[in-house]
C-alpha cells in the first residue's frame, strides 16, 4: 500500500512541475557557484549535491508512469529524445575511449582514465539536466534572464576591481580580466565570450520576446554591462560576434530595440575610425598567431588522424617565445584529442544546436538561444580551446548553451508530438492550437453564410447529425 500510494504521489502532474522548476533553480545555482566565488571544488559539490538529485526526482516522476504506459512512453521518448544532447554524449564517449587507448602513449597529464570517465559523467548529467529544464519556453526565458544576470554581475564585480587597480590594467596591456569567480580561468579570451553569448542572448530576449516590465528592466543594465566588458577585454572574436548578431537583432526586431542594435553595431566601428587608440588596440596584435596556432595543431593531429591523442596528453606549441597549451579552436582542439570523429561530432554538434534554435525562433519568435548559438559558433572557433574539464568556465562558455539548445530542441518535439504524460504542453503551442481552432471556425461561418446567401445547398460544409449519420 505505501509503495502505491508512493507511485501515486510521484504522477501528480503538480510534482513534476515543481521538479522541473527545482531542476531549474538547481543549475542557475551551480552558475552561481562558478562565477560567484574563487572556490575551484564548489561548482563540482553543486553539480553532485543539487543538481543530480533534482535530475534523479524528474526522471523518478516520469519512471512512475513506465509501468502503465509502458508502449506509449517509450514511444514519446524516443520521439523526444534530442538529438543535440544524443550527439554531445556520443563525442564525449569518443573522447574517453581514445584517452583509454592512448593511455600508455607519452607523456600523461598525470590524470587516469577514471577520472575523464567522472568528467564525462558529470558533462552528460549537465547537459540532460539543461534538455529537461529548458524544454518550456517560460522556464527557459527565466533561466536566460537569471544566468545572464548572474554573468552581469560577476561582469561589474571584475570591471570595478579592474579600474580601481591601475597597475594591474598596465601589466595586462589594459584588457578586462577576472579577478574574482571563475577561478583558473581568469584571462581576457576567457571573459569576453561569456558576456558576448548572454549579453546578446538577453538583447534578443528583451527584443522578441514579451517580457513583462520588471524583466525588462532587468535585462537592459545587464546587457550593457555585458557589452562594456567585450569590448573592454578587446577580445576580437567576441566584439565581431556582438555587431553581427547586434545587425541580426535589428532586422528580426521591431520598435526601439532595433534602434538599440543598431546603435550598439555601430558603436566599435566608429571608435575604430575616430580614435587611433582603439585601432592600436585593436590591430596590434595582428591575429594572436590564430592561423599558424591552428596549422601548427593540425599537424599533431594528423599525426593520429583516427584515434587522436586522447585528453591525459600534454600538446604544448611554441611560437615566438610564446607556449599555447591549447588551439584557442574547439573544432581543432577535438580533432587533436579524439581525432577525425570527434572533430566531427563536435562540428555536427553546434550545426545541430543552430538549426534547433533556428527551428525554435521560427516557431515561439524567441530569437534568444538562435543568438546565443551564433556567438557559440564565432568563439567556438576564435577562443574555446578546452572542453572537457572539471565544472568552470568552460561548462558556462559551451555546455551551457549546447544544454539550452537541447532543450529548445525538445520544446519544439513537444510542439508536434503529443505528451504522453498528463502535463499541460506549453503555452505557445496552446495558443498556436486555439488560433488554428479559431480560423477553421471563421472559415466553416464564412462558406456557411455564403451557401445561405447564394441558396446553393450543395456548398454547404458536410455536416453529420447527433448519431454520426
Not at 183 to 212: D, E, I, Q, S
Not at 330 to 358: E, K, N, Q
Not at 435 to 442: A, N, S
Request: proline fraction near 4%.
Amino acid at each position: 500500500m505505501k509503495s502505491s500510494a508512493f507511485l501515486e504521489s510521484l504522477r501528480s502532474p503538480w510534482l513534476r512541475a515543481r521538479s522541473l522548476d527545482l531542476l531549474a533553480c538547481a543549475l542557475v545555482l551551480s552558475v552561481a557557484a562558478v562565477l560567484l566565488s574563487n572556490n575551484v571544488g564548489l561548482p563540482d559539490k553543486v553539480l553532485y549535491r543539487a543538481v543530480l538529485p533534482a535530475l534523479i526526482l524528474v526522471l523518478a516522476t516520469r519512471a512512475a508512469w513506465f509501468p502503465l504506459q509502458t508502449m506509449t512512453s517509450l514511444r514519446r521518448g524516443v520521439e523526444q529524445t534530442s538529438l543535440i544532447a544524443l550527439v554531445a554524449i556520443v563525442y564525449i564517449a569518443v573522447l574517453v575511449i581514445d584517452t583509454h587507448v592512448n593511455r600508455h602513449n607519452g607523456p600523461g597529464s598525470g590524470f587516469r582514465v577514471s577520472h575523464y570517465l567522472r568528467l564525462g559523467f558529470g558533462i552528460s548529467i549537465y547537459l540532460v539536466a539543461c534538455a529537461y529544464a529548458a524544454a518550456d519556453p517560460r522556464r527557459l526565458r527565466a533561466m536566460l534572464i537569471a544566468i545572464g544576470a548572474l554573468i552581469a554581475v560577476h561582469a561589474a564585480i571584475n570591471i570595478v576591481k579592474f579600474v580601481n587597480a591601475p597597475a594591474a590594467m598596465a601589466a595586462a596591456e589594459y584588457r578586462l580580466l577576472a579577478v574574482f569567480g571563475t577561478p583558473l580561468y581568469r584571462n581576457a579570451t576567457h571573459v569576453a565570450p561569456l558576456a558576448a553569448m548572454f549579453g546578446m542572448a538577453l538583447m534578443a530576449l528583451a527584443a522578441t520576446a514579451r517580457l513583462r516590465l520588471m524583466q525588462q528592466v532587468l535585462v537592459v543594465p545587464c546587457v550593457l554591462v555585458l557589452t562594456l566588458a567585450v569590448f573592454m577585454a578587446q577580445a576580437r572574436g567576441a566584439i565581431i560576434a556582438v555587431i553581427a548578431c547586434a545587425l541580426l537583432v535589428a532586422l528580426i526586431s521591431r520598435g526601439s530595440w532595433r534602434a538599440w542594435s543598431l546603435g550598439l553595431s555601430a558603436a566599435p566601428v566608429a571608435a575604430v575610425i575616430l580614435f587611433p587608440s582603439v585601432q592600436t588596440a585593436l590591430f596590434a596584435r595582428a591575429d594572436s598567431f590564430r592561423l599558424v596556432l591552428w596549422k601548427s595543431y593540425l599537424k599533431l593531429a594528423a599525426g593520429q588522424p583516427w584515434s587522436g591523442v586522447g585528453l591525459n596528453r600534454e600538446v604544448v606549441v611554441t611560437l615566438n617565445g610564446t607556449t599555447f597549451e591549447q588551439p584557442h579552436n574547439a573544432f581543432v582542439w577535438a580533432a587533436l584529442r579524439g581525432g577525425a570523429p570527434a572533430g566531427l561530432l563536435a562540428a555536427v554538434m553546434v550545426v545541430l544546436a543552430v538549426y534547433w534554435s533556428y527551428r525554435y525562433w521560427r516557431i515561439t519568435g524567441n530569437a534568444a538561444l538562435l543568438v546565443l548559438m551564433i556567438v557559440l559558433g564565432l568563439t567556438s572557433a576564435t577562443e574555446i580551446g578546452f572542453m572537457v574539464m572539471p565544472y568552470n568556465w568552460i561548462w558556462l562558455a559551451f555546455w551551457l548553451p549546447i544544454g539550452l539548445a537541447a532543450g529548445a530542441e525538445r520544446a519544439v518535439r513537444q510542439q508536434f508530438v503529443p505528451a504522453a504524460l498528463p502535463l499541460a504542453r506549453p503555452r505557445y503551442a496552446v495558443r498556436r492550437m486555439n488560433v488554428e481552432i479559431v480560423v477553421d471556425r471563421v472559415a466553416n461561418s464564412w462558406k456557411i453564410s455564403v451557401a445561405r446567401t447564394r441558396n446553393d445547398v450543395h456548398a454547404l460544409p458536410e455536416q453529420t447529425d447527433k448519431s454520426g449519420n
